[in-house]
């Protein structure tokens, strides 16, 4: 019989509707009734294509003696963290303290009376194995301890309170004084290292980093002509890597060794949206690597076939796994994207399987358990017969021709993937919500790579977005997620920071194109209103910078944070510090430029000793000190946004004066009138690095 989480909205949580484990999901119910119980809380944290979160919920959270067990000591709680990263937030830094590492599934233990974690861990299997122990025998020790151990158990939570809340006021940081040029510095050779190819471990994009790192190229450091063939091989390792896949399109999440060759295959729409955003920005660097034009071209195409609403808005996720028959009882890791040996002997002419081995890492033993995950041995442009040979296996996976299939229906949960008549491969699970900053990243990515590589239906498809987000999510106040229709969830400071800089994106690759003239005022203008909403309920007046969550959003929480890490998103403060220059520079209100000083100010301690930490606060710190306004006419503005100026905004002047080409303006003051165009650039460029 389905538990409590048939009902919810969440495909995640749905998962485990069928699971033995009594399970709520978090509200007030749920958390007065293990306080009235005296039943410590389970709480079990994950998200819909996380792989070992489904292994955990076909093991041990379908274990009738685990389940048993569970629903008579202590109150199970699951959450979404993406729904709620705020709760996800807490919980994990807790973990992070107590075991020095983090992860997905995450499974925390508090005490009901006021949520204090008290243990945690990540997976537990159904009996003892890989070092870890088995799930049943945590559950007895851990309620054990709870009832006979209270002195150690106060204790221990306190001292878990006390780092959680110096951590959230950032009581230990570095006093140390650090000239703003060096800090700076500091923290551009610390991601272009962290972004620099090693031989060990899994890659992952880490685009905030990799961001940093390619904006830092313009600086006169010493060692920038090596951070630019760093920043240049993590963009080809990107598209040229398994983890793009080269015959759908799209970026999966990363792969499991350091050559970039077999991905963890779930896609999610934060990475393909950052990744699109920096694949344009190197492009515009001069980076003209014919892959990076075909992947991003080739992920906007996935995009709007399998991870576009009728409505306009994107979804979040695709899981890494799949069935390969009907009749499977669990999905495979990578079904959809294999291919083995013998599938490309019968698919593909003798002449097409050469090339392809030729130019992808094709072998009869395959690089993934037997099969094969295309990557690209070479750089430049593919052969025609590779390219043949590349959509044939496009039209086994899909049923049709990348020419004839412009929207690809998703499978909405395992048993719609089961059940359809697939013209293909039974495709992995789409979870279908719709995230505003997931959403926004992605629309950002849309608005740059519209203006780099002069595509006005990349534009569109990110205006139609904004569009949908606007007219949906703003009941009363912004809300972070739609459900078919149904806002729901109040915003968090990620929703508004990155919705902002999309709003912001829009303006600026508006200025460019006749037929959308009208709309760059508006998106302005709803950034600016947004942007008021922010500041109202979520800055921190004691502390600087912006709360997670608002004060009306935030009372089931044991402290309330100011995010400012980055980890696989930027960090919610940082794109909003950068938010606020970048608002300042279009509408002279030099309220927005003190903001971003105060946050820049509250978060320099961390900024300082622990760089590796935060790249986003360093980018908004670039934008604090080389902030530029170019006013312009369109036609000037339509040449120079298709130059890498990372630091600058643009303005549309039609009243410069005869002969005026521009003004280039640092904050307070504008430069002399240019007298020709070179004196324009040079003086741009010269703005854009007052380092």
């Not at 905030?208 to 091989?233: K, M, V």
């Not at 339509?638 to 100026?645: E, H, S, V």
């Amino acid at each position: 019989m389905p538990n409590r989480l048939a009902a919810a909205k969440s495909l995640y949580l749905r998962k485990h509707a069928d699971n033995p484990i009594d399970w709520w999901s978090w509200c007030d119910e749920a958390l007065t009734t293990a306080k009235n119980q005296d039943k410590p809380i389970f709480l079990s944290i994950g998200y819909s294509s996380c792989h070992w979160c489904t292994v955990m919920e076909g093991e041990a959270f379908s274990d009738l003696d685990i389940a048993e067990y569970m629903n008579a000591n202590f109150l199970p709680i699951k959450v979404d963290r993406e729904e709620r990263p705020d709760i996800d937030s807490i919980y994990m830094q807790s973990l992070q303290m107590m075991s020095g590492q983090g992860g997905w599934p995450l499974n925390v233990f508090l005490s009901p009376d006021d949520l204090v974690p008290f243990y945690a861990g990540t997976y537990f299997p159904v009996e003892p194995r890989y070092g870890r122990p088995g799930f049943l025998q945590v559950l007895q020790a851990l309620r054990r301890y709870y009832d006979t151990e209270k002195t150690d158990l106060r204790q221990r939570k306190a001292v878990i309170v006390e780092a959680l809340l110096s951590s959230a006021v950032l009581a230990n940081q570095e006093t140390e004084e650090i000239e703003e040029r060096e800090l700076l510095r500091k923290g551009w050779e610390t991601s272009t290292r962290i972004i620099t190819p090693n031989q060990y471990g899994n890659s992952f994009p880490m685009m905030p980093y990799a961001e940093l790192a390619l904006r830092g190229t313009r600086f006169n450091y010493e060692s920038r002509d090596d951070a630019a063939q760093i920043c240049t091989q993590r963009g080809l390792d990107l598209v040229l890597g398994g983890i793009y896949d080269h015959v759908g399109g799209g970026f999966h999440r990363y792969t499991v060794d350091p050559t970039w060759t077999v991905p963890h295959f779930e896609k999610m729409l934060y990475d393909n949206g950052q990744i699109v955003e920096y694949l344009a920005n190197l492009w515009s660097v001069g980076v003209q690597e014919p892959a990076i034009k075909v992947a991003v071209d080739g992920t906007v195409k996935w995009l709007a076939r399998e991870m576009t609403a009728s409505t306009g808005y994107f979804y979040a996720a695709q899981d890494a796994d799949s069935f390969h028959l009907r009749t499977d009882e669990e999905p495979e890791e990578g079904a959809f994207y294999v291919w083995s040996y013998s599938e490309l002997e019968q698919l593909l002419t003798a002449a097409e399987l050469t090339e392809l081995q030729q130019q992808f890492t094709v072998t009869p033993n395959g690089n993934f358990e037997g099969k094969n995950v295309l990557q690209r041995l070479l750089r430049g442009e593919l052969s025609g017969t590779v390219e043949t040979g590349l959509s044939k296996l496009f039209a086994v996976r899909y049923g049709a021709t990348p020419e004839s299939l412009t929207t690809f229906p998703p499978a909405r949960d395992n048993q719609e993937a089961k059940t359809i008549n697939w013209p293909g491969r039974i495709p992995a699970v789409t979870d279908t919500k719709m995230i505003v900053a997931w959403n926004s990243l992605m629309i950002s990515g849309l608005a740059r790579a519209s203006e780099v590589f002069a595509q006005p239906y990349y534009l569109e498809l990110g205006t139609k977005a904004a569009k949908f987000i606007l007219e949906n999510q703003l009941q009363g106040r912004f809300h972070r997620l739609n459900y078919a229709g149904e806002a729901t969830v109040l915003a968090q400071s990620e929703d508004y920071a990155f919705f902002i800089k999309a709003l912001l994106d829009l303006h600026q690759a508006t200025l460019i194109h006749d037929d959308n003239a009208n709309l760059h005022s508006e998106w302005l203008e709803k950034a600016i209103a947004l942007q008021a909403e922010f500041d109202e309920f979520l800055w921190s007046v004691e502390l600087g910078g912006y709360y997670n969550t608002s004060s009306d959003a935030s009372q089931d929480l044991i402290v309330r944070e100011r995010s400012y890490a980055d980890n696989a998103t930027p960090s919610a403060n940082g794109v909003a510090l950068a938010n606020l220059v970048r608002l300042s520079l279009l509408t002279d209100n030099l309220h927005y430029l003190d903001l971003a000083e105060q946050g820049l100010k509250a978060f320099r301690g961390v900024m300082n000793s622990s760089p590796q930490a935060c790249p986003s606060l360093f980018t908004a710190l670039d934008w604090y000190r080389n902030s530029t306004l170019i006013r312009s006419r369109k036609e000037q503005i339509q040449t120079l946004i298709t130059q890498y100026l990372p630091s600058a905004m643009f303005s549309l002047e039609s009243n410069l004066g005869e002969g005026n080409i521009g003004l280039v303006c640092q904050g307070l003051k504008c430069l002399p009138a240019p007298g020709n165009w070179q004196q324009l650039l040079e003086q741009i460029h010269k703005s854009q690095n007052r380092v």
